[in-house]
């Protein structure tokens, strides 16, 4: 392990006379062999003791026996050892009990995510056999699937991300459980939910885990507007690996008509940004199958769009995936190669006070004229000043 602080928090504990190991996540990373990306802590020592160790904290769940702990610049969560009493809102329990390792275990949702690690004695601690299904790549439910997913629905959804993982495999009694829960993800909030998509869209398993969505009925609750089918198959095959989240939306969306792509987009609580490329991307898409048609003016608009490589690459996905010929991804490269951005985006050569100037009286008519000046300068037949202002008289004076 790389980071030597998380250790050394799990020492100072122990010198205070509590028990303490590393959960979740990092341990199965650590069996694994992969370095985790942050590392939590559990431990015997109440969060008002945890607390009077560590100088700086932050209390971002005392009631649930979580302490933040600011240790050498890094960041850790430092949680009680506990058992949960009943959930009432599919998310969190109404009381919590500190008690000891087995029971903190017990109350966790896979088997795969239940180890516990001592690093100062280099020994893993396993009451419910996580190891045995990290190594035989099954995601599993502690205990009773369904009970596990009452407690907190996002369950539902993780099981998938988990199961997702090349080489992995839901075991059949939670595969069981989270088809027949799938109708309860609507109880999670929609930016949890999100979140969940993000990460599967976005970890390289985007391919296996919409496929498991829809074989599980979750996508049809979540995205109803998204049928699986080989084509989508297929793009989400093409999809690098680590795609910014909006991209990886517009791909599973663009089929869609633009507009339920952004209902979609606004649904889940994208960001506005995120939203507008979204749609922007499924309301393009088509746009470029015609680009060897377009005026060169629009041909230009459409090159200088923001993240325009967003818009080139899921043409590629697109088209390829459908086995269309004549894909119009070399004569694009071909033609952005050729134009600079000034080509592109050239200064305007007249304003809307030249126009006023000209006794023209403002208006909505202004947009139109400027847009008509933009596009003979565009095409090439306008480049000074002067033949604009000419153009203007001649056309709309």
């Not at 998509?197 to 969505?213: D, I, N, P, T, W």
């Not at 989400?236 to 680590?242: K, N, R, S, V």
């Not at 847009?371 to 604009?388: F, I, K, P, V, Y």
Request: glycine share 6%; aromatic share 8%; net charge neutral.
């Amino acid at each position: 392990m790389k980071d030597s602080r998380a250790r050394e928090i799990v020492e100072t504990l122990r010198e205070a006379g509590h028990r303490a190991y590393f959960v979740g996540g990092c341990v199965r990373d650590l069996v694994m062999g992969v370095e985790p990306a942050d590392y939590d802590i559990a431990t015997s020592a109440r969060p008002e003791q945890v607390r009077a160790i560590f100088p700086r904290t932050q209390s971002i769940g005392a009631r649930f026996g979580v302490v933040l702990v600011i240790f050498k610049g890094g960041l850790y969560e430092v949680a009680t050892f506990r058992s949960d009493a009943a959930y009432v809102d599919g998310r969190r329990p109404t009381a919590v009990t500190f008690t000891g390792p087995e029971d903190d275990v017990r109350r966790r949702d896979f088997t795969i995510n239940g180890l516990l690690y001592d690093p100062v004695e280099n020994e893993f601690i396993d009451y419910v056999n996580g190891r045995a299904d990290i190594e035989r790549r099954i995601v599993r439910a502690i205990g009773d699937p369904a009970a596990r997913f009452q407690e907190d629905k996002l369950r539902i959804l993780r099981a998938v991300r988990f199961g997702a993982r090349p080489g992995y495999r839901i075991a059949p009694d939670t595969w069981d459980a989270v088809r027949r829960m799938a109708p309860q993800i609507h109880r999670v909030s929609r930016e949890r939910i999100r979140d969940e998509l993000v990460r599967l869209l976005s970890e390289g398993r985007a391919k296996r885990g919409v496929h498991l969505l829809a074989e599980s009925g979750l996508l049809s609750e979540i995205l109803p507007e998204v049928a699986w089918d080989p084509h989508l198959d297929a793009c989400l095959g093409l999809m690098a690996p680590e795609p910014k989240a909006d991209f990886a939306f517009a791909v599973l969306l663009h089929e869609c008509p633009a507009a339920a792509a952004r209902g979609a987009a606004e649904r889940l609580r994208l960001s506005r940004r995120q939203i507008d490329h979204v749609e922007s991307l499924v309301r393009t898409r088509p746009a470029l199958d015609q680009v060897r048609r377009m005026p060169v003016s629009a041909l230009k608009r459409l090159l200088r769009r923001h993240r325009f490589e967003d818009h080139l690459e899921l043409h590629r996905i697109h088209t390829a995936a459908a086995g269309l010929p004549g894909s119009a991804y070399t004569f694009i490269e071909e033609r952005r190669a050729a134009w600079s951005a000034e080509d592109l985006s050239p200064e305007p050569l007249i304003s809307g006070a030249d126009l006023i100037t000209l006794g023209l009286e403002p208006g909505p008519s202004f947009a139109r004229i400027l847009t008509t000046l933009e596009d003979e300068q565009l095409e090439g037949r306008l480049s000074t000043r002067a033949g604009a202002l000419a153009f203007v008289r001649d056309r709309f004076l």
